[in-house]
């Protein structure tokens, strides 16, 4: 183009050179002079130059202002458009930052993507922990990993913080963080020394509770701080990263820890305490690892039989650790992100049909604009132009959407998975906004420029097109209303499951006691004994109870253990098995559980009496289904025996699990160091628990309570997670409700007015007005019922992917499927009210004068 | 200026002006200048400056377009042709020209 121009205005030159030597000047001269009147050769360019980039410029704002103005002029179908796409974009913007967080994006660890979680399995009970022989043999004879680490979690008491506090403390091998590739933001890891129990007491805090507890006081590292009796050294801080299975307040190494370096648990090759990890060898896959885990698994076996005896089976496996961070997440986020898809189909099919729509009504001016002269391709570019400018306000405010509702989504995912802290609107999510918003605004604009193709009489093809675009999305939304329906009513089930006791009116809270100073049974029981008395004591409080854990807490289901029959011969492999709690004497009348038969504890259930148990009536049934359990004897390992004095009844530690079988110890005659109490009052949680929390440290000013909570409140708690997911499909649901519905009325809409003349004509051979009215009705439900079946059909093959999810109803509900029929039909019918009265209201004069 | 019966073409008219001249055949931008001068008797001159910044604007516009060809002289020429748009263009422009020098005329008698 440069060249091109050169050589234009050379030839210019020349040319005016030679009029002025015609003209009788030497030839110097007249290049000179033609030089002068041409002016500056370089301004002149720069001229041309300009006009080529002001063309550009030009063409491209003038696109904009007409696009703009052609958006002025239909501001309510502008408005549509925006509001559909933004609902749609956001709803997918917002669910796609959680999946990029947590599933996509590696872990923000250095090689987080070689971390792999082992497992031990055993036939009759999958995910036993494992001993610290167990990892040691693992860690010695793997072949495929470079380190193998363990944890588990405990609670202590720390001292020397702003106030005494209950730390949840992960214990674990001194090379933990450096095999998960995580490097402290203060201080340093663990070192080998600290590994064994003459090592230092070091700790090293979360990011968080350095934040929570010392305001993230950065002369943090050296700090001294009190645990279990010993002076601990704060020597690290980590950074704000997820953390498995849990995010811990404290990590010690495991040299520390009074329970782990116990040598009895630690010689105990059936312990199962610690959770272990492990790290692949660069370039070794997970099936590698797998297959390595699987001989170490045999040589154990072989090994140790009395310790993994043949017939109950032991296998150990190897998975991401990625993974786990959102185990029994994913299912639920690919079921959330299906939803949000199925938004945006009905999102683009209503924006292609207000783009018809529009088109029809636009027909008029684009046919006189291009009788005009105004050529094909420019006036599609002005049509893609607007598109495009809607697809960007669209995109923006769905944006903005999801903006909105991320903090919220990010509430809903911490239910669920610890990097929900990660989950943000990065580069990522905006290339994914970016692309369904070009999808959405292309397939808004490719078909209706699709149908200005096909023959058309008076626009009617496109009207069968719109029709077409209102039928899917009926189907879509049925799907999606079908969804939502059998989610609704699995939800309603679960709140209405009977658990086994009541809830209003109880008081919680856990107390978990301070491991140096009550190490002993004798100590813990004295003091369990003093805090009963003491809240006794609390004016409304009708009955005091505690138990190990209560129902719907995480890791309620208790310990599974096995126990001996007196009286029935041993079978070591097939020995019965029940969930091991502990019950002080009114625990079962403060959660109003019945007693079958035989007593509850009492206050002579102590030390120094003959151990008793009380059993639930499952297990009670499964070994004397006679009825006879009161008086026989049961022991956990050979030596105790602890004789049945009462049976109670069953009881749901969560509302979707099936009762257990469960045995409870008396809390005098096993004191454990975590306790939960229930305490049923007169009075309110809010009068209560001021009260309760003076009665606790009037007993031992010292003592953290954990957990102050209504027992309504944990039940609530305890289904929030499917209430959310059942809330966030239902709102898709809604939206999709809505978008249909409007779709369906505008389709309807737009009939009516093309058909006016027609309408005049029947008014005008008797047509009777309600003829008409029932008639425009009997179109859109009829639109609406061929999606219907389209619908339920789809509903019918995708219901079964939902049967994990759902509790209490089949994915075929008739109850359900009936309910979005109606409702469907309901909306549509009032969707479709408004322009079949109009049709009804016709005027035949008028009607039949513009024929 | 010592010519005074030599005038630069009013702003905006050179566009209509060399749509004009390429309506009757395609040329070169220096035969473009010297038609116009001949045509209205040396009385308009094209300011040579100001002469391809605006046909480069013309086929910008799609109102021209042009092709290289021998010129007279046998030596490769830049040659612009009038399109289809551009021949609207035209008559569109001169309407509004007659119109517009109409009006002033008008205006101008109603002083005398």
Redesign the interface.
């Known amino acids: 183009m440069e060249r ?2 050169d ?3 050379e ?2 030159l ?3 050179a030679a009029q002025y030597v015609e003209r009788g000047m030497s030839p110097d001269n007249a290049r000179r002079a033609a030089r002068q ?3 500056v050769v370089d ?2 360019k720069d ?2 130059r ?3 980039l ?3 410029l030009e063409a491209i704002g003038q696109d904009v202002r007409y696009g703009m103005r052609g958006l002025r002029r239909y501001r309510g179908y502008a408005a549509a458009v925006i509001a559909t796409m933004a609902l749609g974009i956001g709803a997918n913007t917002a669910i796609f930052s959680v999946v990029n967080a947590v599933v996509l994006q590696p872990l923000p660890y250095q090689r987080g993507d070689d971390l792999v979680l082992l497992r031990q399995a055993r036939s009759d009970r999958e995910n036993t922990g494992f001993s610290i022989n167990d990892i040691d043999d693992i860690k010695a004879l793997t072949t495929t990993m470079d380190a193998v680490v363990e944890y588990h979690g405990m609670y202590f008491i720390l001292l020397g913080g702003w106030e005494p506090a209950r730390v949840a403390t992960g214990v674990v091998s001194w090379d933990y963080f450096d095999t998960l590739g995580i490097r402290p933001l203060l201080g340093r890891g663990f070192v080998e020394r600290e590994d064994g129990p003459d090592g230092p007491a070091t700790l090293i805090i979360s990011y968080q509770y350095w934040q929570r507890a010392f305001k993230g006081d950065p002369a943090i590292i050296g700090r001294l701080v009190t645990m279990n009796d010993r002076q601990h050294t704060v020597v690290g801080v980590l950074p704000d990263v997820p953390m498995y299975p849990q995010g811990n307040d404290v990590y010690m190494p495991r040299g520390a820890c009074p329970f782990r370096m116990n040598p009895r648990e630690a010689a105990r090759r059936g312990s199962g305490m610690a959770l272990a990890m492990g790290r692949r060898k660069p370039g070794v896959s997970i099936h590698e690892t797998q297959a390595d885990v699987d001989a170490i698994a045999r040589q154990l076996q072989s090994k140790y039989p009395n310790a993994y005896p043949a017939a109950r089976g032991y296998a150990l496996t190897a998975s991401p650790l990625r993974r786990e961070f959102t185990r029994g997440f994913e299912s639920t986020l690919f079921m959330l992100l299906g939803a949000a898809g199925f938004v945006l189909l009905i999102v683009c099919a209503s924006v292609a049909n207000l783009s018809i729509a529009r088109t029809l009504r636009r027909e008029h001016e684009l046919s006189l604009r291009t009788a005009l ?1 105004a ?1 094909r391709g420019r006036l599609l570019r002005q049509l893609l132009t607007e598109n495009v400018l809607l697809s960007i306000a669209g995109a923006a405010a769905g944006l903005i959407l999801a903006l909105v509702g991320l903090e919220l989504l990010v509430s809903y995912a911490e239910r669920f998975t610890a990097r929900a802290s990660e989950i943000r609107i990065d580069a990522t999510v905006l290339l994914f906004t970016l692309s369904i918003s070009i999808l959405t605004g292309l397939v808004a604009g490719v078909v209706p420029a699709l149908s200005r193709r096909l023959p058309s009489k008076r626009g009617s093809n496109r009207q069968d097109l719109r029709r077409l675009l209102i039928v899917g999305q009926v189907a879509v939304s049925v799907v999606l209303l079908i969804g939502a329906g059998l989610m609704l009513r699995s939800l309603l089930k679960l709140t209405g499951v009977d658990p086994g006791f009541t809830t209003d009116r109880v008081l919680t809270m856990q107390i978990d006691l301070d491991f140096s100073k009550y190490g002993n049974s004798p100590e813990r029981s004295d003091y369990l004994d003093r805090l009963l008395a003491g809240l006794r004591r609390v004016p409304g409080a009708l009955y005091v109870g505690a138990s190990g854990t209560i129902p719907f807490l995480e890791g309620s289901h208790g310990a599974f253990d096995h126990f001996l029959i007196e009286g029935q011969p041993i079978d070591r492999n097939r020995l019965p098995r029940a969930s091991v709690k502990i019950a002080s004497d009114d625990y079962f009348r403060a959660m109003n559980i019945p007693m079958i038969s035989g007593r509850s504890f009492g206050s002579s259930d102590d030390l120094d009496h003959p151990a008793v148990v009380i059993v639930n009536q499952s297990l009670a049934t499964r070994h004397w289904p006679g009825g006879d359990a009161v008086g026989h004897r049961i022991s956990g390992d050979g030596v105790t025996w602890n004789t049945i004095v009462g049976v109670v009844a069953d009881v749901r530690q969560q509302l979707a699990q099936e009762p257990e079988a469960e045995l409870y110890l008396a809390m005098k005659q096993s004191p454990w160091v975590t306790t939960n109490w229930v305490i049923r009052s007169s009075t309110s949680f809010e009068s209560m628990a001021p009260i309760v929390r003076d009665a606790v440290h009037a007993v031992d000013p010292g003592q953290p309570i954990f957990r102050l909570r209504p027992l309504d409140e944990l039940r609530a708690a305890s289904i929030a997670p499917p209430r959310l997911t059942t809330m966030l499909i239902g709102v898709f649901a809604g939206l999709a409700l809505v978008i249909t519905a409007a779709g369906i009325g505008g389709v309807i809409a737009f009939s009516v007015g093309q058909r006016t003349q027609e309408l005049g004509v029947r008014l005008a051979f008797g047509a009777r007005r309600l003829d008409l009215v029932s008639m425009i009705l009997a179109e859109g439900i009829r639109l609406t019922a061929i999606g219907l079946a389209l619908g339920i059909a789809g509903a019918l093959l995708l219901g079964s992917m939902l049967t994990t999810v759902l509790f209490g109803v089949g994915p075929t509900d008739a109850l359900t499927y009936t309910a979005v029929s109606s409702l469907l039909l309901i909306v549509a019918g009032l969707a479709c009210l408004v322009p079949a009265l109009r049709a009804g209201s016709t005027d035949p004069l008028e009607a039949l004068r513009a024929l | 200026m010592a010519q005074s019966s030599k005038q630069d073409i009013l702003q905006g008219t050179l566009d209509m002006l060399i749509l004009q001249t390429l309506a009757l055949e395609p040329m070169h931008g220096w035969g473009i200048a010297q038609r116009i001068q001949q045509i209205s008797r040396d009385v308009l001159q094209v300011n040579q400056g100001s002469l391809y910044p605006a046909l480069h604007r013309l086929e910008q516009q799609g109102w021209i377009d042009a092709e290289w060809n021998a010129s007279e002289n046998n030596r490769q020429a830049k040659y612009y042709r009038l399109t289809r748009t551009g021949k609207r263009q035209l008559s569109q422009e001169r309407e509004n020209w007659a119109r517009m020098t109409d009006a002033v005329t008008r205006i101008l008698r109603t002083q005398e």
Do not use: A, N, P, S
């Open positions: 091109e121009l050589t234009e205005l030839f210019h020349d040319m005016l009147i041409f002016g301004r002149v001229d041309v300009d006009t080529w002001t063309r550009t002269g050529d």
